[in-house]
């Protein structure tokens, strides 16, 4: 059976196991991973998202561009971008990236950029009224301060979604390195989250259309 090989290119410490994580279980979930895998060597890790959204220059490491070269030198069948937006507008940002990547494949190559409005933590947020997540974390020995959401709140609209996931689990201090990871193995994939979280929603597309993509290209190169 054809093994079809997503890497991802990632520019937060933490997203450097978390998303790998993420992939895997969104695979069973999906029941795609017999046939579909994340590539064992991780991530192509940029190291911030300035240095993967600035103008191309290899000879620095800079630019969309060049992670995405690194990607295609372990001959994938998908690559998809994910980064946070932080205060820019996800919609334009993944547009912007997505234009410049696809200069260095061909039209029909699935390659795709997903982006976290505002950060990677918001799918935490729109995660926690889901019971089966809080069940986890109290499994992995958080001390929840609120079992659901304050009223009306817009997970989306957090400028520190960090700080809020860390005063929901009672903790001091929200290390990406260390929690991510952790809430990523729990992390559902329910209507609910989805609904409150586009972003989150829009991820689950992209995979799904990225397969799609990668089977038709692949069903394409074997055709006598």
Not at 53 to 72: F, K, P, Q
Not at 147 to 166: F, N, T, W, Y
Not at 213 to 218: K, L, V, W, Y
Request: charged share 25%; glycine share 6%.
């Amino acid at each position: 059976m054809y093994k079809y090989v997503i890497v991802p290119i990632v520019e937060g410490r933490g997203a450097k196991e978390a998303v790998p994580i993420l992939l895997r279980n969104w695979l069973r979930f999906r029941r795609y991973h017999r046939n579909v895998e994340v590539d064992l060597a991780g991530p192509v890790f940029t190291g911030g998202k300035g240095t993967l959204a600035a103008a191309h220059d290899s000879a620095w490491r800079r630019g969309v561009e060049h992670y995405v070269h690194l990607a295609l030198l372990r001959q994938p069948d998908v690559i998809l971008v994910l980064l946070d937006a932080d205060d820019d507008c996800p919609e334009t940002l993944a547009a912007g990236l997505l234009a410049r990547a696809r200069t260095l494949v061909p039209a029909d190559y699935p390659i795709g950029v997903a982006v976290a409005k505002r950060e990677y933590e918001a799918w935490f947020l729109a995660a926690f009224p889901t019971d089966r997540f809080r069940q986890g974390l109290v499994q992995q020995g958080f001390r929840l301060t609120r079992h659901s959401l304050p009223r009306g709140m817009d997970v989306e609209a957090i400028a520190d979604c960090k700080k809020e996931v860390a005063k929901l689990l009672g903790l001091t201090k929200y290390s990406p390195t260390k929690h991510q990871p952790a809430l990523t193995r729990i992390l559902p994939f329910t209507r609910g989250m989805s609904r409150r979280s586009r972003s989150f929603q829009k991820l689950l597309e992209e995979l799904d259309g990225l397969l799609v993509q990668a089977r038709r290209r692949r069903s394409r190169s074997v055709r006598p």
